[in-house]
């Protein structure tokens, strides 16, 4: 069966880091692209970076371009998302999931909630 | 980037009725590379249908999307109680991938 499961979320103060871990299980990791998509508290869903399967060929949306990194550790079957100088508008659940064919998603973790504040 | 618009805001319908939800492109989504995803309370979404209109797995088949261009329908054709969530449209056909804003199904 596949799982995806994240770790790594907390509170954070405005301009601190935080890293965000994703591991597999069911499937090998680096047969996949992945992304992280994340969920500010009662809003929507947004995507945020996706990464290929052999982590060469990346992307980001504009809002976290140049204080977000996606990377990949295929052999420890593990995503991350390594977060810095951030803001309060960071504050989400995040969740990593594995892209299938030409971009859909499936499936999602079950997400971990990063907090940014004061 | 490409915009998805999806109505209504909130569906509030009684058991076995058809629910109709609307995702509407800001420009044509080629090769109808449209997604939708059902989000239930406290959980991570689930893919329902890709391709605009390709059910997954263990879908149900009351569940069914359809639309080209720009206009794109998920209907859910006799509403069970299990089926209250957010529905979401997802186009992954240029970048960056984009997400409509999600309609939630209520039961009266």
């Known amino acids: 069966e596949v799982h995806l499961v994240e770790s790594g979320g907390g509170l954070v103060q405005p301009g601190g880091s935080l890293r965000l871990s994703c591991v597999v299980s069911?499937?090998?990791?680096?047969?996949?692209?992945m992304h992280w998509v994340r969920q500010a508290p009662g809003k929507g869903l947004a995507w945020v970076s996706r990464?290929?399967?052999?982590?060469?060929?990346?992307i980001y949306a504009e809002s976290v371009k140049g204080r977000f990194t996606i990377s990949r550790d295929n052999a420890k079957n593990a995503l991350y998302l390594e977060m810095s100088n951030m803001r309060v508008d960071d504050t989400a659940v995040y969740y990593c999931?594995?892209?299938?064919?030409?971009?859909?998603?499936?499936?999602w973790g079950q997400g971990t909630l990063v907090t940014v504040s004061s | 980037e490409i915009v998805l618009t999806q109505s209504p805001g909130t569906l509030s319908l009684s058991p076995g009725e058809r629910a109709t939800l609307s995702c509407r492109a800001s420009?044509?989504?080629?090769?109808?590379?449209l997604a939708w995803y059902q989000q239930k309370p406290g959980q991570a979404p689930k893919i329902l249908i890709s391709?605009?209109?390709r059910r997954a797995t263990g879908i149900p088949d009351r569940f069914s999307g359809s639309g080209s261009g720009t206009d794109f329908t998920l209907t859910i054709s006799r509403l069970e109680p299990e089926d209250v969530a957010v529905y979401y449209c997802?186009?992954?056909?240029?970048?960056?991938?984009?997400f409509g804003q999600g309609t939630k199904v209520e039961i009266k």
């Open positions: 997802h186009q992954y056909e240029s970048l960056p991938p984009t």
């Open positions: 391709a605009a209109s």
């Open positions: 420009q044509s989504v080629r090769n109808n590379y």
């Open positions: 999931a594995r892209d299938r064919e030409q971009g859909w998603i499936d499936p």
């Open positions: 990464v290929s399967s052999d982590g060469t060929n990346i």
């Open positions: 069911g499937f090998s990791l680096s047969d996949y692209w």
